[in-house]
């Protein structure tokens, strides 16, 4: 797989204590294996060039580093079960990866559909690999109370994977004025 993700390099406490919350119902902890930032994927393919991933990169050149504020525990309901962390809604960071997708239209492959503009569901993994038999488990996870944090993304990569590989890295700019 490749695909481009935006990243945040701070410590990013509440993110990792969430992800062990929920990497006690796996087998091995999958968030924490992946020895990589807390990101969002944007965009991801079975097969691309790596060098046409990073020109579409460029919508990124110049942008203010991305803030969000994640409110709620979520899950994808598929086997194995997904847990994520979903952001608010952010216009800049929909008008950001509809950009990115409209970049790479005339020189990509179709993308997975689950990234395509109109099926993305923001989203912030804490734990990929839930077995179906641990599903009440995960449910009252995602329904305990939650305290809302923010966490700043601040730079965009190109990677492969598995194993996460960074193949391109883009710092976004500090300033928070430019959209």
């Known amino acids: 797989m490749l695909g481009i993700t935006l990243c945040a390099s701070s410590a990013a406490k509440p993110f990792w204590e969430q992800a062990d919350r929920a990497s006690a119902l796996e087998g091995v902890p ?16 079975s097969a691309i060039d790596p060098s046409v991933l990073r020109q579409g990169m460029a919508v990124f050149d ?15 309901d ?6 994520w962390l ?7 960071l929909l008008d950001l990866h509809r950009r990115l997708h409209a970049a790479l239209e005339s020189n990509t492959p179709p993308c997975d559909p689950h990234y ?3 099926q993305w569901k923001p989203h912030l993994t ?8 641990r599903r009440s488990d995960a449910l009252k996870l995602v329904s305990r109370p939650f305290d809302a944090f923010e966490l700043r993304f ?4 190109c990677v492969s994977w598995p194993p996460v590989q960074v193949l391109h890295r883009l710092t976004l700019v500090e300033r928070s004025d430019r959209r």
């Open 30 to 45: 999958s968030i924490r294996a992946l020895g990589y930032r807390p990101h969002l994927t944007l965009t991801r393919y």
């Open 62 to 76: 110049g942008q203010a580093a991305v803030s969000l504020c994640f409110d709620r525990v979520d899950f994808f």
């Open 78 to 83: 598929i086997e194995p079960l997904v847990l």
């Open 86 to 92: 979903a952001p608010r809604r952010d216009q800049r």
């Open 116 to 118: 395509a503009p109109e």
């Open 126 to 133: 804490v734990a990929m690999a839930i077995p179906v038999s």
């Open 154 to 157: 601040d730079s965009v990569d």
